[in-house]
């Protein structure tokens, strides 16, 4: 590894490791610290935050390196994930907020979802804190083989070190700083994105001859490099954009939202988050789109689209830039995988620990405990990306879709239909899983093969879940006064900031 990079790198990872000591020291001497930052996190954070634990490496290798095979037709999932994030912020971010206080301080998702219910069986708590542990299992494993696999070809280190390092690079925050040390650091780490998608593009037009020559090399390559609906068909289309649907229910992007300092935030952090987005995905597709010009103006040959971000990088800059271009990967890697350690540690310690085994444990032994169940969960992701062709990767390629449709209709309709039951939810989110895996593995397709092919999996997921929670809650007796009081008491309090706007 040259020494420019390393020393970037360096810089990097003490950086994290910094910030984890600081969140340590400031937030995490109760269950609230530890796993929501207290409810103190401002806006800026709290953008930045959901959108670097959003994106994770897709924005810095798969968009670019689709946009660098088909071209401009690409960006319909981008665009689907873009109005999704926006409704998410202005659906769901003010009411989670404000219910999870006023439900008795709902710290996770399935003790919000208990609580919204008065579910004293307490199956939908568990069955939903189940799902969200064993997928985000899966989903930290999948981010470690990213890791690996860019320390691998990279930086030229041997694949399993790259697992240990990117883990425990992301433990040596997470396991003492809690969710404000996830959520600083993925404010560093989405800054890092956000100058890095805005550099490359900028510079590979120069290289390239300016943006006359992109346009000339793109048509070289293929002439339908600069149709947007080159192949398209509508159900085509539809999934595409339906990529937007599954924010809805993933509960390492809706936390944030329980953690913003006050509702009143909340359109600041809408108005920094979408800004975000809007210049991290156009600069994905941009490094993608000046990628092809760039490599054919300098005979550069690129074997494998998705590494077009770390070949310019290369390239292009310095030592020293390319090391912060690199580290740039690694933020998106990493924020991902931070948040998703906490939030099934989270799990696992009030829906499970504090739950069945020890009711009146205090606020310190529940802290220990969230920190050796961050620590068990990435263990166990590391055994499951121990080989890089783990079949279980197959299965964190349709998470998205999982959660999307289990807890998408669910987290909706619960904030915005009084009239929504237990028992609905439960159906919704059992229907909506259901369906999810009979279209990616039962052979109902063409030719015998997957549903998926047709149409992804979320848009059947989403519609089905949604129609059971509306059919069940229906035909279910209406949920008693004190529900219904904290859901009115939840509608009063998000009329009051209009109020005094007017």
């Given amino acids: ?34 796993m929501l930052g207290g409810r103190r996190i401002g806006p800026a ?5 959901a959108g670097a634990s ?7 290798l798969g968009l670019p390196g689709a946009a660098f095979a088909s071209g401009l037709s690409a ?9 999704g994030a926006l409704a998410n912020y202005l659906v769901v971010a003010p009411r989670l907020r404000v219910h999870t206080e006023l439900a008795d301080d709902a710290i996770t998702i399935p003790d919000f979802l208990e609580k919204r219910f ?19 299992t899966l989903y930290t494993s999948a981010g470690l083989v990213a890791g690996g696999k860019l320390f691998d070809s990279a930086f030229g280190v041997d694949y399993a070190w790259g697992l240990w390092v990117t883990a425990g690079a992301v433990l040596a925050y997470v396991l003492f700083g809690g969710f404000l040390a996830v959520s600083l650091t993925d404010f560093v780490q989405g800054t890092i994105m956000f100058l890095a998608l805005i550099v490359i593009p900028v510079v590979a037009i120069s290289g390239s001859g300016g943006v006359g020559a992109v346009e000339t090399a793109l048509l070289a390559k293929d002439p339908e490099m600069l149709n947007p609906l080159r192949d398209a068909s509508f159900l085509g289309l539809v999934s595409l954009l339906a990529w937007g649907l599954g924010y809805f229910g993933q509960p390492h992007i809706i936390v944030r939202f ?5 509702v009143e935030d909340v359109p600041a952090a809408t108005a920094i988050g979408m800004g975000w987005m809007a210049v991290t995905v156009t600069g994905a597709m941009a490094v993608g789109l000046t990628g092809v010009a760039y490599a054919a103006a300098n005979g550069l040959e690129v074997t494998d689209p998705e590494t077009i971000f770390i070949l310019l990088s290369d390239v292009l800059f310095d030592p020293l830039v390319t090391g912060f271009l690199f580290a740039a990967i690694l933020a998106a890697i990493m924020s991902t995988i931070s948040s998703q350690l906490l939030v099934s540690s989270s799990s696992l310690v009030e829906d499970a620990y504090g739950l069945f085994l020890r009711r009146d444990a205090g606020q310190a032994e529940r802290v220990l405990v969230g920190r050796l169940a961050v620590l068990a969960v990435a263990l166990a ?17 349709n998470a998205w879709a999982g959660f999307g449709a289990a807890f998408g209709p669910l987290i909706i309709l619960a904030l915005t239909w009084r009239r929504m039951t237990r028992n609905g939810a439960l159906a919704g989110m059992l229907v909506g899983a259901v369906t999810v895996l009979v279209w990616i593995y039962a052979p109902l397709g063409p030719d015998g093969g997957p549903l998926s092919g047709v149409v992804y999996e979320i848009v059947p997921g989403f519609l089905l879940s949604g129609l059971a929670i509306v059919l069940v809650s229906l035909l279910d007796r209406a949920p008693p006064a004190a529900v219904t009081g904290v859901f009115d008491a939840v509608r009063a309090r998000l009329s009051q900031p209009a109020e005094r706007a007017r």
């Fill in 1 to 34: 590894m040259d020494t420019g990079v390393l020393i970037s790198l360096s810089i990097y990872f003490a950086l994290m490791l910094g910030i984890g000591v600081y969140a340590w020291r400031a937030s995490t001497g109760d269950v609230s610290g530890y």
């Fill in 45 to 49: 954070v709290t953008a930045l935050s």
């Fill in 54 to 60: 959003d994106m994770s490496g897709w924005i810095m």
């Fill in 75 to 83: 960006g319909w999932i981008a665009i689907g994930l873009f109005f």
């Fill in 118 to 136: 008065g579910d004293r069986s307490r199956l939908l708590r568990v069955l939903s804190a189940l799902v969200i542990v064993v997928f985000f």
């Fill in 258 to 262: 329980m953690a913003i300092r006050s």
């Fill in 381 to 397: 992701a590391i055994g499951l990306a121990w080989n890089p062709e783990s079949n279980v990767l197959g299965l964190v390629a």
